[in-house]
């Protein structure tokens, strides 16, 4: 059973919003696109292994979930993907690599090449063992009771050619995702001991869930690019043409004939991604580029956010999750495509 899905990542919803707000000129726009390119390939290669863990998952006892990043002693730890069972927990660390990847174990280190290009990363298997002492810092402070806990990484694209600096190196916990159903059930071999009923696994992966904590970051501080140079408006769903005009409680854009009555929806959830997650009625006029007040509270009050403050100092609050799904319950037709 799955207990915390896997969502489009923030930072491939925040890299799409910018590069449709940011001047075709942008000195940075190609950083951002081919950050934006990389992450969608790993997110496929997630979904992927999400598509063998539910196979595998019917058939036993097991809590998945995805994206976990959980704070201990002041820091914060990220796991891809985790395995609660009865018997053991498996930590997985997803990758995805095109070309050919190498393994260095003297030096601790990966090598990816593709078109001969080639660069050092963190070691994999160094990563995910340090995924396991975190979580198991985090399980000893958490009073939960002992159980084992292995670790895998998963290489989703299946054209990666796969290389160690020696034939000595034995690497085996790395595993291509067409055989970690088969690897997964084979771990239940070892590892039969019962350590937690499933009733406390199913209470563990509902804590595991309560305690995470997204990472929130905005455009300033990944790439250094300042509130000022993203182009603000209602973008028109037919032609992506900023600004659109609002008139008679509808948005228009006459070059295409456009008119939309929630187009506002989708530049609300781009200002969550790239500016802040709280918007007071000012500051919403001056995104949506509106003069009245009035209107702009009627927009905000359509979208039944929470807020705080007095009347006339209120901050309304907004997550790309709650536009999202408003702007898909509204009118489905004005959803902008993921790039």
């Known amino acids: ?36 390119a990389k992450r969608k390939a790993g997110y496929r290669g997630e979904l992927q292994l999400d598509y063998h863990l539910q196979l595998i998952s019917k058939n036993k006892n097991m809590m998945i979930l995805h994206d976990l990043r959980l704070e201990i002693d002041g820091r914060f730890f990220q796991i891809d993907t985790l395995i609660l069972t009865s018997y053991l927990v498996i930590v997985l660390e997803v990758k995805y690599i095109s070309g050919t990847y190498t393994l260095d174990s003297r030096f601790d280190q990966a090598i990816p090449k593709l078109a001969d290009k080639e660069e050092a990363f963190s ?98 501080e990944i790439y250094g690019v300042s509130p000022e140079e993203i182009v603000t408006g209602v973008q028109c769903p037919g032609c992506r043409h900023l600004p659109m005009l609002r008139k008679y409680a509808h948005w228009h854009w006459l070059t295409c004939s456009v008119k939309s009555k929630n187009a506002h929806i989708l530049a609300l959830r781009d200002y969550s991604l790239l500016l802040s997650q709280q918007i007071t009625n000012k500051q919403l006029r001056s995104f949506l580029h509106l003069e009245s007040r009035k209107t702009a509270l009627n927009i905000l009050h359509s979208m039944n956010l929470q807020s705080t403050g007095t009347t006339n100092n209120k901050t309304y609050h907004l997550t790309h999750h709650t536009a999202s799904q408003t702007a898909h319950q509204s009118n489905s037709s004005n959803a902008r495509p993921i790039h």
């Open 123 to 220: 070691h994999p298997v160094t990563q995910v063992e340090r995924q396991k002492k975190q979580l198991n810092r985090w399980f000893a402070k958490m009073k939960i009771p002992s159980i084992p806990i292995t670790t895998l990484v998963v290489m989703t694209n299946r054209s990666t050619v796969l290389n160690t600096t020696s034939q000595h190196e034995k690497y085996h916990n790395v595993v291509r995702v067409e055989n970690i159903e088969e690897r997964i059930l084979s771990l239940f071999t070892y590892y039969h001991k019962e350590h937690l009923p499933i009733k406390q696994v199913r209470k563990l992966s509902n804590l595991l869930a309560k305690k995470h904590t997204p990472l929130i970051a905005f455009p300033d």
């Open 1 to 36: 059973m799955t207990a915390k899905n896997r969502e489009i990542p923030r930072r491939i919803l925040m890299n799409g919003a910018l590069i449709e707000r940011l001047t075709p000129i942008h000195y940075l726009l190609h950083v951002i696109k081919a950050d934006l």
